[in-house]
């Protein structure tokens, strides 16, 4: 059994990112804030493609590495990625861009490493106040958009998948009473998951973009 995915939507909303990519045995893909490597067992398992993953924690990439002898894990930081230019296919970013030190130098990485035609999955937490940079761990869709088209994307889908936000904080609460008593019971640390930022619920929203190089 895999285990569970660190982000609103889980692993189904992964797969749902995945249906219009076209990724095979002979693809590479990057999970940058890999976590748990679920989303890159789950990857493997069904397109059976080259799987690299970035994390900050080194707990993390150290059990991912035990786990999961055919991926390849790495300790690093999202703003200075130690990948070759064009490289993968496809890029994950799943609730973590917000929690960098540079959003705009996060996304420039990405599409550095990203092969031409290469789509980057990124998921974020989104706030519908004032068009701000970031307020606590979130961004305005529409600053989003700018960013990745700044750091030279070509064309950006956005969807709207709010609904998972809910039934996440619903799910930690009612099986762990707390969002704290989950975050004691975790394994090792969430360097890039819902749970390190301060939700402002009345704004928040939560927001998928598929960009293409």
Same mark, same amino acid.
């Given at each position: $059994?895999?285990?569970?995915?660190?982000?609103? *939507?889980?692993?189904e909303?992964?797969?749902?990112? =995945?249906?219009?990519?076209? !990724?095979d045995n002979?693809?590479?893909?990057l /999970?940058? *804030?890999c976590?748990?490597g679920?989303? !890159?067992?789950?990857?493997?398992?069904a397109?059976? =493609?080259q @799987?690299?993953g970035?994390d900050?924690?080194? +707990? =993390?990439?150290?059990?991912?590495?035990?786990?999961?002898?055919?991926?390849?894990f790495?300790?690093?930081?999202?703003?200075?990625?130690?990948?070759?230019?064009? $490289?993968f296919? +496809?890029v994950?970013?799943?609730?973590v !861009?917000?929690?960098? /030190?540079?959003? @705009?130098?996060a996304l420039?990485? /990405?599409?550095?490493?990203?092969?031409?035609? *290469?789509?980057?999955?990124?998921?974020?937490?989104?706030?519908? *106040?004032?068009?701000?940079?970031l307020l606590?761990?979130?961004?305005q869709?529409?600053?989003?958009?700018?960013?990745?088209?700044?750091?030279?994307?070509?064309a950006?889908?956005v969807?709207?998948?709010?609904s998972?936000?809910i039934? #996440?904080v @619903?799910d930690?609460i009612f099986?762990?009473?707390?969002?704290?008593a989950?975050l004691?019971?975790?394994?090792?640390?969430?360097g890039?998951t819902v !749970?390190?930022?301060?939700l402002?619920?009345?704004?928040?929203?939560?927001?998928s #973009?598929l +960009?293409v190089?």
């Open positions: $059994m895999m285990k569970p995915v660190l982000h609103p *939507g889980g692993l909303l992964t797969k749902e990112n =995945c249906k219009n990519l076209p !990724l002979s693809s590479k893909v /999970d940058i *804030g976590g748990l679920t989303t !890159l067992e789950y990857l493997v398992s397109f059976h =493609c @799987a690299y970035i900050l924690s080194e +707990a =993390c990439i150290s059990s991912d590495s035990v786990e999961y002898p055919d991926i390849r790495s300790v690093g930081n999202a703003c200075d990625l130690p990948y070759e230019d064009e $490289m296919d +496809a994950f970013m799943e609730c !861009l917000t929690l960098t /030190d540079d959003p @705009a130098k420039s990485e /990405d599409f550095r490493v990203l092969k031409p035609g *290469g789509t980057l999955v990124l998921s974020s937490l989104t706030h519908t *106040g004032d068009k701000e940079l606590p761990g979130t961004f869709v529409e600053v989003c958009e700018d960013l990745l088209h700044t750091a030279g994307f070509s950006v889908t969807s709207n998948h709010s998972h936000l039934q #996440f @619903a930690m099986r762990y009473g707390s969002i704290d989950y004691r019971k975790s394994t090792c640390t969430l890039g !749970l390190n930022c301060n402002s619920p009345k704004n928040t929203r939560y927001h #973009f +960009a190089k």
